[in-house]
């Protein structure tokens, strides 16, 4: 939904940050392990002196070596952090914001997620954002402009027992920098090793295609990261190779206390905001895990040079590397006589199969309901009254995952309590089926009226619209829509085994 790394890789543990690196031309030694060990340790003396820049150095400096290690690639050059308070964020971040995204581009961000249902009429999408970000940044690296961030908390009396055993966090967690700054040093050889920058540019117009990359750099770097956490307790290979189903029970746990974990923002913001954060993570792990199996650091390597194309191949690995499916790819002519006069296109993007499972959260079987996607795109509009129009083509691979999508989503236009049989072009409520003491319900939810015709293996649904022959016209723009097979675009790198 309007989906971007926003041109930075963020290093979301426990559940982003930006100032100048330093780079050297010449590339860094890799230190032997015990020897990047003793220079954590100085760096351990120096974070309980106080001096919380030269600590970092250090232990960048440590892990450089650890790093190549694990992922078995070697840095072109060096890069060292700055540290930030969470206040210098907050600040950062909506800047940020301001800079990575114009005002049409949020306005659509927000009518998608309204016109949908996935959000509250109410709800100010780029505040909450940024709040989102702010809270929830351990670190990030800018592919954009090469620079890396640690956060540490704002200055004030270092937080006692009970406090920290309550949640409060000390100004200077080291082992909480190591983690996060083995993360954001992976960030930083992906760059060095694949253009992230040229990469995601390639991507940036398909939210779905996005996230899929996204799962592929941070489960990367997640990896690495537990990797660090294995050769703590001695044994570095024990989660780089762990089980991947295994991994998947134990990435489902962890993101069942997330909400409880989390910041304020985290707990009280929409489902999409809060799945489509943690995704790349821990989903992402997994997916990564999968490459390691065929063949260690190696196959994730390659896996740059031909990155998964959908959330579906991130969620269903095997769709990626045993018998690769790619997913179908609309361009629906949206031209000004299509349109009635003073309506506004404000643009459109694909949702994917994950997306499409938040979006049915709460209707039984969800996930299942939203397997079989083989593609979509939307299209959203605006009337000269403000009234929000969705125009949606999603596609599957047989009758009956068609069949089972379009049930699936009509019984998620219902209001609670009350049932009906099918939707041709009635009243729907925009909200969505919510958890008990969901923060995210609706108060009030304004009525929508919803068109949804099935074809063979393609559903179609026009929201917003009341006017029966309107509502045929576009969907014979719908069912006129050109279809492509959706491949990665290329990029101008060669990745050298």
């Avoid at 998964?308 to 690995?317: A, Y």
């Avoid at 009906?420 to 008990?436: A, I, W, Y």
């Amino acid at each position: 939904m309007m989906y971007r790394i926003a041109r930075f890789l963020s290093g979301c543990w426990p559940l982003l940050l930006l100032l100048s690196t330093t780079c050297f031309a010449q590339p860094p030694d890799r230190l032997a392990i015990p020897a990047a060990e003793r220079i954590i340790r100085d760096g351990d003396r120096l974070a309980d002196a106080g001096d919380f820049l030269k600590a970092v150095e250090s232990y960048t400096t440590a892990y450089l070596s650890i790093v190549s290690e694990i992922r078995g690639d070697d840095f072109v050059h060096v890069v060292q952090p700055t540290l930030m308070t969470r206040s210098e964020l907050g600040v950062e971040m909506l800047r940020e914001m301001e800079q990575e995204y114009t005002e049409e581009e949020l306005r659509l961000m927000e009518a998608c997620y309204k016109i949908f249902g996935l959000i509250p009429p109410d709800l100010n999408v780029k505040e909450t954002y940024t709040k989102l970000l702010t809270e929830e940044v351990g670190g990030f690296y800018d592919p954009k402009t090469e620079r890396m961030v640690l956060v540490r908390e704002d200055d004030g009396p270092e937080p006692g027992f009970f406090s920290k055993l309550l949640g409060a966090r000390s100004r200077f967690d080291k082992e909480e920098q190591k983690i996060t700054l083995a993360h954001e040093l992976t960030h930083a050889l992906q760059d060095q090793l694949y253009g992230l920058k040229d990469l995601q540019e390639l991507v940036e117009k398909d939210d779905d295609m996005m996230l899929a990359f996204s799962a592929l750099v941070e489960g990367d770097a997640t990896l690495v990261m537990f990797g660090e956490m294995g050769r703590q307790e001695g044994d570095m290979r024990a989660m780089t190779e762990m089980d991947p189903e295994t991994a998947k029970m134990m990435m489902s746990l962890m993101k069942t206390f997330m909400p409880v974990a989390g910041g304020k923002t985290f707990r009280t913001a929409p489902r999409i905001f809060r799945e489509t954060l943690v995704f790349p993570y821990l989903q992402g792990m997994v997916f990564n895990l999968h490459l390691t199996r065929a063949d260690g650091f190696r196959q994730v390597h390659r896996a740059y040079s031909s990155p998964p194309v959908s959330t579906e191949q991130i969620l269903h690995p095997e769709k990626y590397l045993e018998n690769p499916e790619y997913p179908q790819e609309f361009k629906i002519q949206i031209l000004a006589d299509s349109l009635p006069t003073d309506w506004n296109h404000l643009g459109g993007n694909c949702l994917g199969e994950l997306q499409i499972d938040i979006l049915l959260r709460g209707v039984p079987k969800s996930s299942q309901a939203a397997e079989g996607w083989n593609g979509d795109r939307y299209e959203v509009c605006e009337t000269n009254e403000g009234q929000l129009v969705l125009l949606w083509v999603t596609t599957w691979d047989s009758i009956q995952d068609a069949e089972e999508f379009e049930q699936a989503y009509l019984r998620s236009l219902r209001p609670k309590n009350r049932r009906t049989r099918s939707v041709t072009l009635e009243e729907t409520s925009v909200s969505q089926e919510s958890e008990p003491n969901d923060p995210n319900a609706e108060r009030t939810a304004p009525t929508v009226p919803t068109r949804v015709e099935r074809m063979n293996k393609d559903v179609y649904v026009i929201r917003g619209v009341d006017d029966e022959k309107l509502v045929d016209q576009f969907l014979t723009l719908l069912q006129s829509a050109e279809r492509f097979e959706k491949r990665f675009p290329k990029s101008v790198r060669t990745l050298a085994e």
